[in-house]
Nanobody, 117 residues
């Protein structure tokens, strides 16, 4: 059974940091590029960060220099380190394999990130 379980969200003050985790199961994790997305109510899901099989990364312009995506293939887990958070980062965060793969769309429950003073 393919499953992605996100965790690590919470309430944080502006300027704070959080580290999100996403544990994958049911796939050979090391064979997939992985992405982090976020979504706020009433808006489309937004691609935030991408990490390739080889470790290459790419980011949404608004998070460059603040967010870092990484992966641990042995644990089947992808991470998102988020620093210098702003209220505009408030969203539910999800992970998923690259949209070109057959397993894109198996959405987990996500993890809520709220940035507020």
């Amino acid at each position: 059974q393919v499953q992605f379980v996100e965790s690590g969200g919470g309430l944080v003050q502006p300027g704070g940091s959080l580290r999100l985790s996403c544990a994958a199961s049911g796939i050979i994790f090391s064979m997939y590029n992985m992405d982090w997305y976020r979504q706020v109510p009433g808006k489309q899901r937004e691609l935030v960060a991408h990490i390739s099989i080889g470790g290459g990364t790419d980011y949404l312009d608004s998070v460059k220099g603040r967010f870092t995506i990484s992966r641990d293939n042995a644990k089947g887990t992808v991470y998102l380190q988020m620093n210098s958070l702003t209220p505009e980062d408030t969203a539910v965060y999800y992970c998923n394999p690259d949209r070109s793969t057959a397993y894109y769309g198996y959405w987990g429950q996500g993890t809520q990130v709220t940035v507020s003073s």
